[in-house]
């Protein structure tokens, strides 16, 4: 396992590994003939949708759904090679890829684990020796041009991300060996082989097909004509881009971003859809700021929300508003990714297990979900903690009794002191201030400046060390140096870096695998730019055996088994800690004039995840708004 960006995003896991390692594609997902009820009605607005509307004019309001939370500052380009676009309602290719414009051949879903086929039509098969992917695309699938979808386009796709060196292509080189066109609507992926003739890693080559965009062949070579070498063609903003999706480019500037629906689009076709997406336009006001954004929700100016709103609750329950989450009562999302304390196990006394369970121990993680995350967490006592997310398919991948005496819930100052005092690490000279190696264990927890629900946690994670007999202070550098440090892997941390939060991953089809991988495996040592993970540069032989071998298996005990023994690994070690469970996506809806988002209970088949309608098999909750009468 060499390089992996493996879209990864940096951003960002909820999945099932079934039997197979891989989730099977089921049939075309249906979408929700009826949209559940609201709870409390508001008026609709009235504004007729306007003729002949040019970009820039004012959007009509019962055409247009708007979001808040995901583009900050100007769209840089359309690229769908490129990772510099800051194109959020565009743009995203993921573990739930982002298919508003380009598309994926299938869709993930969250929330029951399964991929489903977009642009291609039915599920994918293994051969028997599973080293060979075959999936056809959809008849009906055609361009923004009007020219069909091939498979020759999905092939030239792969093609060209290999040669020019794209995130997709660099994250996947190692596992595929080649994507080629059986026919005009068949496609084989050929996996790379190990030394014994078995696929490296059969979960990477399946999720390459719900987390990579296929890119009309015809484009990809007119972009080649006009570039010179791999950095023209990735820095190319391609306003002249072709898509299959739902939506286009209809007008950007440096205050909003509106995509407009493509009434040609394949979708409506009775193979998939049936129907066009409800909403005419998708808009995103660029906010200058989180107050700015939640001021606009309340407003109903808002009608997605994919930020952070602290005490959600109070606008239905103080303000009376129609404002819903997922869950209609706390957490109010899916706890999906884990952010995450890491250490820096060079700095003095980090390097002892004892030193790190006891602060982990003592941390008061109740205060961290009540004023950080304002209850939008579940607790470790209702979830205990693992390498998992909360989700019932990831807790049911591990032996929870074979592991309770190592799992802690926090605030247990009694314990870590006992832990720290039996290793013989104490205040010798009763300055208040344990000591190791002849030195006062003091550290500096960091974060980013300006990420308030992070140093809201790195605060409380201060505040416990003092309880222990441990100086725990804070600095919140700026994002722009702090990058550069924590994710250079080829020196030491340096001082000021003691403990610091980074993110994990959050939910897709080769999870909990790949965040177990970026949590604790040691191939990213040494990475002088390592965007993957394991900041704190842990090295474990025993973990790193277990993580080779998980993509292979197919046995379901063994995988249990396996996946117990890594949780055992890092519960016994404590190289990091995860600080509270964080959503994928913030959903938070205001039905003042669109009703019909997706929710926890209501019944739809298949379920649609709390992704904000744009990512994986969220898009399909576009097809389900309807406007409150």
Known sequence: MKRLSFVLSVLVALSMLLASCAPAATEAPAVATEAPAVATEAPMATEAPAAELKPGDPLPRTETLYFNGQQWGPVAGWNPYSSNNNNALVIAQQDNARVTVFETPYIYNMIDGKVYPLLADGPYTWNDTQTEITFKINEAAHWSDGTPVTADDVAYTWDSNVKYETSAGVGAIDYIESITAVDAQTVLVKAKLDAEGKTVNPLVVSAYLSSNYVIQKAWTQTLEARSADATAFKADPAEDFVASGPYTNFFVDETKVVLIRDDEYWGQDASMWGKLPAPKYLAHTIFADNNAGFAALKAGEVDVSQQFNANIQDLWIKDNLPVSTYLADAPYGLGASLPTAFYNL?????????????????????????????????????????????????????????????????????????????????????????????????????????????????????????????????????????????????????????????????????????????????????????????????????????????????????????????????????????????????????????????????????????LDLTDGYSIAGLYNLTLVK
Not at 368 to 374: D, F, K
Not at 490 to 509: H, K, N, R, T, V
Not at 510 to 517: A, F, K, L, V, Y
Not at 554 to 583: C, G, H, Q, W
């Open 346 to 610: 060079t700095s003095n006394g980090l390097d002892q297990v004892a030193v790190r369970k006891a602060i982990a121990m003592a941390v008061d993680y109740d205060t961290i979900i009540a004023n950080a995350m304002t209850n939008q967490s579940a607790t470790f006592a209702q979830v205990p903690r693992s390498l998992m997310n909360p989700t019932d398919g990831e807790q049911s991948l591990y032996d929870h009794d074979a592991v309770k005496d190592l799992q802690f819930a926090g605030k247990d100052i009694e314990g870590a002191n006992a832990l720290l005092d039996e290793a013989g690490i104490v205040d010798s000279d009763g300055d208040g201030i344990r000591e190791y190696n002849g030195k006062n264990l003091a550290y500096v927890a960091t974060c980013p400046n300006g990420w308030s629900d992070w140093q809201a946690a790195i605060e409380v994670v201060a505040a416990a060390g003092k309880e222990i007999g441990i100086d725990i202070t804070t600095n919140y550098p700026e994002w722009s140096v702090y990058q550069t440090v924590v994710t250079k892997s080829d020196a030491p941390l340096p001082a000021g870096y003691d403990i610091f939060m980074m993110w994990s991953d959050g939910a897709g089809p080769t999870q909990p695998w790949g965040r177990i991988r970026h949590l604790i495996s040691s191939e990213f040592n040494g990475q002088a730019s390592n965007w993957n993970g394991n900041w704190g540069q842990y090295s474990n032989p025993d973990a790193d055996a277990l993580i080779q071998a998980i993509p292979g298996m197919t046995d379901e005990a063994e995988l249990k088994a396996t996946y117990t023994e890594l949780v055992n690994i890092y519960l016994t070690d404590v190289p990091s800690f995860t600080l509270m469970y964080r959503p994928q996506s913030f959903h938070a809806v205001n039905e003042s004039v669109w009703t019909g988002f997706p929710r926890g209970d209501d019944g739809t088949n298949p379920p649609v995840p709390p």
